[in-house]
């Protein structure tokens, strides 16, 4: 069965970003038709861990760059562990603020609880990791590890899950990399939000209920992490496609990611229309 044919099934769809729909800013040439087409048949969200761009800039460059016409509203960011995440919400309120963003970033913070900027690692009552580039100084996570190593009370959190992304035949670093550098210096847990963690799922729960939508296998979620799609099956009980030959696992072995993670309900090589579809079950 081909994709076109499998979506009718659905009464929504949530679909990932990068590995999904480009590999770092290139749109595969799939990307737009397919989108497009799932938007015809149900309510469409981006679901994404995507905690370095705000959604209104995200809905611009879909609009310049692939012609996909989505409203702010229907993406569903990492970022958003801003306001939704009561832990969240506790750890920064009222509270001085490092955080390690681009100016998309942070514009989630306008939405949140109230508090303070500090561009003062020593100052901070509290560090948010957004986002990074690869070519930026991470002079920074040294001494935020100093920092978090002496004051085992100071909140570290990461909007981000992610370690890497796809970028040609190898990975990208993202901002959870720099986030797990931390965790392991400083030896203990610092707070993260995102796919594959069950406040995200929650998340996804929400605001599908805030849109009339059961949370339900009637759901489909399409992601080029095996983990993500697993654990949003088993969180919140929607359908599950692992996206694999554009993604972070396109070189792993389907048995050995299945023995780590679980299966996902389906996968597909590619988000493209004419994509076999394959049942795991």
Known sequence: MTLKQFLTKFNGFLVDASGVLYERSEFFKFAATTFNYLQELAPTFLATNNSYMFPTDIVSVLHHKVGIVLKPENIISSGH????????????????????????????????????HTNSIKQAQAIVLMSYSPH????????????????????????????????????????????????????????????????????????????????????????????????????????????KSTGIYFNQSNDDLFSLYGKPHFFIDSFDLNSTVINTH
């Open 81 to 116: 562990g801003l306001i939704f995440d009561e832990f969240i919400q506790s750890a920064i309120s009222d509270k001085r603020l490092y955080i390690v963003g681009s100016d998309s970033a942070l514009k989630y913070f306008n939405d949140t609880v109230p508090h303070t």
């Open 136 to 243: 930026q100084d991470i002079s920074f996570v040294d001494e935020i590890i100093d920092v978090a190593t002496k004051d085992k009370h100071l909140p570290v959190i990461c909007c981000n899950w992610d370690r890497h992304i796809r970028s040609g035949n190898s990975l990208m670093p993202v901002i959870g990399t720099l986030a797990q550098q931390i965790e392991d210096a400083i030896n203990r847990p610092i707070y993260w939000f995102g796919k594959p963690m069950k406040n995200y799922s929650e998340l996804v729960s929400s605001r599908l209920n805030q849109s009339n939508l059961k949370t339900n296998e009637t759901i489909l979620f399409f992601d080029d992490n095996i983990n993500n799609v697993v654990s949003m099956q088993q969180h919140i009980g929607i359908t599950g496609c692992w996206v």
